[in-house]
Every structure is written in C-alpha cells, then in structure tokens.
C-alpha cells in the first residue's frame, strides 16, 4: 500500500518561512515524479511544483523564487521549503506521486494546513 504522509504545517508570520515534508511508503520515489498542490479556502486546487526520477523539474510562477522543491530518495522522503510567505499562500498543502511529472497524480497525501497571518 502506497502512503503518503506530510508533516510541517502551520501558522506563521507573513514573510516567514515553513517546511514541508513528504514521507513516502509502499514506492520508491527515485522512480517517481513527487510534486506539491494547495487548495485555499473556497478555491481549486493549484499546482506548486513538481521534480520526477528524468530530471524533469517545474515550479509555478508564484513559487518561483520563492519556494524549493527537494527530494531525500534514501529516505524517500520530499521537502517543499517555502519563503518569504504572504497571506494569500495560505491553503491545505499536498505532496502527490505520479509517474512522472508529465502524468497525473496518481497518490496523495492527507494534506496539512498553512496559515500565513498578515
């Protein structure tokens, strides 16, 4: 059974910095693309970024600069370090698994809340 399991969210200060955390199980993600998605209150689901096993790697505009996606595959774990956080990231926070970048997410985590005060 493929698991998921994100730590490292939060309340924090705007311009202030969080990291999350992707512990995953049941995969190897040195085979694997991992990205991360958020969804704020009331909006759909918006993707942050993604790094796959082919060296593929993409940020969205709005991270970049700002947010690093890194990947542990000894550990198979995934980090998205954020900085320089504003109000409006706030969201539920998710790492995903797909293949690779190019394809759909195919396994999720439970998500966990940041809050950025202003």
């Known amino acids: 059974e493929v698991q998921l399991v994100e730590s490292g969210g939060g309340l924090v200060q705007a311009g202030g910095s969080l990291t999350l955390t992707c512990s995953v199980s049941g995969l190897n993600l040195d085979e694997h693309g991992v990205g991360w998605v958020r969804q704020a209150p009331g909006k759909g689901r918006e993707g942050i970024g993604c790094?796959?096993?082919?060296?593929?790697?993409e940020i969205s505009n709005f991270a970049r600069g700002r947010f690093t996606l890194s990947r542990d595959v000894s550990n198979n774990t995934a980090y998205l370090q954020m900085n320089r956080l504003k109000p409006e990231d706030t969201a539920v926070y998710f790492c995903?698994?797909?293949?690779?970048?190019?394809?759909?997410?195919?396994?999720w985590s439970q998500g966990t809340q940041v809050t950025v005060s202003s």
């Open positions: 790094s796959d096993h082919l060296g593929r790697k």
């Open positions: 995903a698994v797909a293949p690779v970048c190019a394809l759909d997410y195919i396994h």
